[in-house]
């Protein structure tokens, strides 16, 4: 490579470097932004100032609000956390482990990313691109479900009767749209007692017999 090369790609590392950073910042303010007012209240204005750049940069880095909600969303279903409980799912030796890792999972899905859940669900009967961005998301959450329904059936877990869609259905009838959030805002509950009692429904639900946790 020539120095001329050289030069000529630091530029551009750093022009790249440049344009991920105020991506990031555009991207925070806006969660921040909307969880705090609400997807419809929240401007492009207002989130141009909290990140320190212009509304023509918010378009063009992000695309506007929409993007920025597809953005959020790819955060929260498609990041590297997603493989990592995939995987651990398929070590996994037990049914109870398997609806461990999932509750943990849900668990550290409200810690995380409860409030881009909350914009998420509030937003899309209202909107049609918010629609679509749910509809992405529940959409991902159910393909990863099919995997974890794959390995109960494996392990000869599954209750008789019970297909794989059953299987998927019913866990994302339990966990879905972040119920654990929920319970916590408006039961009282804990989070960890939330995850806790979904997860010995769902044990009671979808696995044979000698697998369900026992009634108090």
């Known amino acids: 490579m ?59 880095q992000c695309g506007g609000k929409q993007g920025l909600l597809r953005t959020l969303m790819d955060r929260w279903t498609a990041g590297p956390g997603i493989r990592a409980v995939i995987a651990a799912v398929e070590d996994a030796e037990s049914p109870r482990e398997v609806l461990q890792i999932l509750a943990a999972a849900y668990a550290g899905i409200h810690a995380e990313f409860g409030d881009v859940t909350r914009v998420v669900s509030q937003t899309a009967p209202h909107d049609e691109e918010a629609a679509k961005v749910l509809a992405i998301a529940t959409e991902r959450q159910r393909q990863a479900l099919t995997q974890i329904a794959v390995r109960l059936r494996a392990l000869d877990a599954v209750a008789d009767g019970l297909s794989d869609d059953d299987v998927v259905d019913i866990v994302f009838y339990y966990f879905a749209r972040d119920r654990i959030g929920f319970m916590v805002s408006e039961l009282g509950w804990s989070a960890d007692r939330a995850g806790s009692w979904i997860r010995d429904q769902v ?14």
């Open 2 to 60: 020539t120095d001329v090369e050289s030069s000529a790609l630091s530029r551009r590392s750093r022009r790249e470097e440049y344009a991920d950073a105020t991506k990031a910042a555009v991207v925070e303010a806006a969660r921040e932004l909307f969880a705090a007012q609400g997807y419809f209240a929240t401007k492009v204005e207002e989130i141009a100032e909290r990140s320190r750049v212009s509304p023509a940069t918010v378009y063009a």
């Open 203 to 216: 044990a009671r639900t979808i696995l044979k017999p000698r697998w369900r946790p026992r009634s108090h």
